[in-house]
């Protein structure tokens, strides 16, 4: 069984550039949830996908968007990017939307410069 | 809204010694809790959970109990090792909030030899 899996490793953007971080589910999970971690802090929900449609977006700009597949691998995609927007950013999966273990990706760092 | 609270580090502990790391929540409802573990450079790791009040999450030797009247699920070890060096991070889910977690600001834990 293959785990969550989370491309690229790391990334380097400059502010108002685009980027596309890419999310591979747990095999069986279709369910995937985004997650921002700044430097030195907890992650912060950013939204949640299920059979392709968002189900449930936290407190982020709509510059954050994202997509799921038929396969339900998911896309992060981030327009516009700011400084602040360097961080972890962490992928999870689970078998459905409630009340379910969450198994996350390793993450892609990016830095804005 | 829900919010948890971690108490800050870094815990330096030498090998063997006792742990605990403090979380207290507030949370509308009976949510369920978690401990997650971030490794250097790795993603989240789920370490243990607990879905209702008095239940004791375990595993690897770590564990928590959920405290419904002091909103607590403290982490303890009774004997950490060097490889236990991490950060942990407390979490809850809402019942009314689908899968989103809500995560502490994580605990340094430093263990040496």
């Known amino acids: 069984e293959t785990g969550v899996t989370q491309s690229p490793t790391h990334l380097i953007k400059t502010r108002g550039q685009q980027v596309t971080l890419r999310c591979s589910s747990q095999s069986g999970h279709n369910t995937v949830s985004w997650y921002q971690q700044a430097l030195g802090q907890g992650p912060q929900f950013i939204f949640q996908?299920?059979?392709?449609?968002?189900?449930g977006r936290g407190n982020f700009p709509p510059r954050f968007s994202g997509l799921q597949f038929p396969n339900y691998s998911s896309e992060l995609n981030v327009n516009a990017l700011e400084l602040d927007d360097s961080a972890l950013y962490l992928c999870a999966s689970s078998p459905g939307t409630s009340q379910e273990t969450q198994y996350f990706g390793p993450g892609t760092r990016l830095l804005v410069l | 809204g829900d919010s948890v609270t971690q108490m800050e580090g870094p815990v330096t502990l030498s090998e063997e010694a006792f742990l605990t790391i403090n979380c207290t929540y507030t949370?509308?409802?009976?949510?369920?809790l978690f401990w997650y573990v971030q490794y250097p450079g790795e993603g989240l790791q789920l370490l243990l959970k607990?879905?209702?009040?008095?239940d004791k999450g375990s595993n690897k030797g770590f564990e928590a109990t959920y405290r419904k009247e002091t909103t607590s699920f403290h982490l303890e070890k009774g004997s950490v090792q060097v490889s236990d060096s991490a950060v942990y991070f407390c979490?809850?889910?809402?019942?009314?909030?689908?899968?989103?977690?809500?995560f502490g600001g994580g605990t340094r834990l430093m263990v040496k030899p």
């Open positions: 949370a509308t409802g009976y949510p369920s």
């Open positions: 979490a809850l889910r809402s019942n009314n909030a689908g899968n989103m977690l809500t």
């Open positions: 607990a879905t209702k009040a008095d």
């Open positions: 996908y299920y059979r392709e449609e968002e189900n």
